[in-house]
C-alpha cells in the first residue's frame, strides 16, 4: 500500500517501523532490504510497516542506493542526515521518525538476521515492552573484539545500578511507549541499549546467533569501541568519581602511617636497614601521590567534559531531508 506521509491518518499508520543507520554500506542496502521485505510481508499480526533507512553522511554510494530502492519500494523511508553523527545518534534519529507503534532497530550489515522480527513482534503481542536480541554466538569477529566486548559487558553490569543485559547489542524491538521516553531523553553521549534498560517496564531477550558483515569493514574501530565504552560506563554510572576520592583516601592513609614510621624512627634516633637520606621514600611518595591526583583529575575531566557537552544543548542531529515512498 502506497500512502504519502501527509495523508497518513490514525487508521492506516504504520504498526511496525524497522530502523536501520547506514554509514558506508553501499554493498549491503539491496540484500538488506531484499530479506526485510521478505520477513515484513509475512509478519503476523502488524498490518502495515515502514521500513526507516538512516544515511549517517556516508561517502560512498550508499544514499544512492537508498534512493533507488526508494523509486521502486514502497513503506520505505529515506531520512538523510546533514553528515556523519556516529552510530547512537543516527539510530536516534531513525527512532525519532519512526511512526509505528512498535520500533526495530537494527544494524544494516546483516549481522543482525531480520528474521527474528517475528519472535520480537510474537513477544511484543504477549505484552512485552522490550524484546532484545541476545548473542548466542558471534560469527566472524576477531578474539580480540569477542574479548573486548565480554569484558566491557561485564565490567559495565558491575558498575551500574541500571540492569543492563549481558551480550545485547542495539538489535530489539521497543514498545511505542519506550520510544516516546527515549525521545524525551535529550542526552548527547548516547548509550541507547542502556537507555532502554533504564526505561523498564517488561522486557525479554531472544537468544540468536550473530551472523557476519555482508560486506564492507566494520566502523567500530578500537578508538571509537573505547569512547563507547566510556561513553556507556559513565552516562550509567558515577563509580568512577567515586573511585577517585577512594583512591585518595587511600593513598593519604598509606602516607599517615609512613609519617608515623618516619617520625618515629626520627623520635628514637634510630637509622633503618638500608639508610640513605631520605630520597628514595621521597620519590615514591612523590610519585604515587601524583599518580593519583591525575587519575583523580581525569576522572572528573571526562565527568566535567560531558556536562560542557550537555549544557551546550545543541541539537542532537541534523536531518538533510526525509523522503518516502
Ligand atoms: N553506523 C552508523 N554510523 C556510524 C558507524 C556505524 O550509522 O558512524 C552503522 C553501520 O552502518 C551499521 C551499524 O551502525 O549499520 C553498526 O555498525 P558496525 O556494523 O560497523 O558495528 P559492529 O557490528 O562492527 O559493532
Ligand atoms: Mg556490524
Known sequence: MRVPHSRRTAANMPTLSIVVPLYNEQDNVAPLLERIFAIAERLEGTPSYEVVLVNDGST?????????????????????????????IAASAGI???????????????????????????????????????????KGESPFKLLTARIFYRTIKRLTKVSIPVDTGDFRLMS????????????????????VSWVGFNQTGVDYDRDERLSGTTKYPLTKMFRFAIDGITSFSDVPL???????????????????????????????????????????????LGGVQLISLGILGEYIGRIYDEVKGRPLYLISDIERS
Open 60 to 88: 560512498d554510494r550508499t544514499l544512492e542506493q537508498i534512493r533507488s530502492e526508494l523509486a521502486r519500494r514502497s513503506n520505505l523511508v529515506l531520512v538523510n542526515l546533514s553528515r556523519n553523527f556516529g552510530h547512537q
Open 96 to 138: 525519532e521518525v519512526a511512526q509505528g507503534d512498535a520500533v526495530v532497530l537494527m544494524d544494516g550489515d546483516l549481522q543482525d538476521p531480520p528474521e527474528l522480527i517475528a519472535a520480537f513482534i510474537a513477544k511484543w503481542r504477549e505484552g512485552f515492552d522490550v524484546v532484545y536480541a541476545v548473542r548466542r554466538t558471534r
Open 176 to 195: 511505542r511507549r519506550v520510544v516516546d521516553v527515549l525521545k524525551r531523553s535529550p542526552e548527547r553521549h548516547r548509550f541507547l541499549r542502556g537507555m
Open 242 to 288: 567515586r573511585f577517585a576520592s577512594y583512591l585518595g583516601f587511600i593513598s593519604s592513609l598509606v602516607a599517615f602511617i609512613y609519617a608515623l614510621v618516619v617520625i618515629s624512627y626520627k623520635l628514637f634516633s634510630l637509622k633503618p636497614p638500608g639508610y640513605t637520606p631520605g630520597w628514595a621514600s621521597t620519590i615514591v611518595a612523590v610519585l604515587f
